[in-house]
């Protein structure tokens, strides 16, 4: 059974960092392109950022480029996505997720973390 487990996840001020972790079981990243998505009360889910874990490209929206990086760490199974310069409308519950290409879309990704919780406040 493939699981994704988001963490990292917590309240800061504006201008902080935060580092959120996806881990898996069940599934091996390598081969896989991970995403990381966030959805704000009220709002469709949306792309932030992806990584393909063979040759490690990356992709990231256009309102967290150069804020947002995401990294991976290959023995322990495990993406990151390091948040730097968070800002108010960062604020929405951000998602990992596991696919076969480096998608912007929602529906590129079959398997998905429970999501965990980014405050930040001004």
């Known amino acids: 059974q493939v699981q994704l487990v988001e963490s990292g996840g917590g309240l800061v001020q504006a201008g902080g960092s935060l580092r959120l972790s996806c881990a898996a079981s069940?599934?091996?990243?390598?081969?896989?392109?991970v995403g990381w998505f966030r959805q704000a009360p009220g709002k469709e889910r949306e792309f932030v950022a992806a990584n393909r874990w063979s040759r490690f490209t990356t992709d990231y929206s256009d309102s967290v480029n150069g804020r947002f990086t995401t990294s991976r760490d290959n023995a322990k199974n495990t993406v990151y996505l390091q948040m730097n310069n968070l800002q108010p409308e960062d604020t929405a519950v951000y998602y990992c997720a596991a696919g076969i290409t480096t998608a912007r879309a929602v529906a590129g990704y079959a398997y998905w973390g429970q999501g965990t919780q980014v405050t930040v406040s001004s």
């Open positions: 069940g599934l091996t990243f390598s081969g896989y392109a």
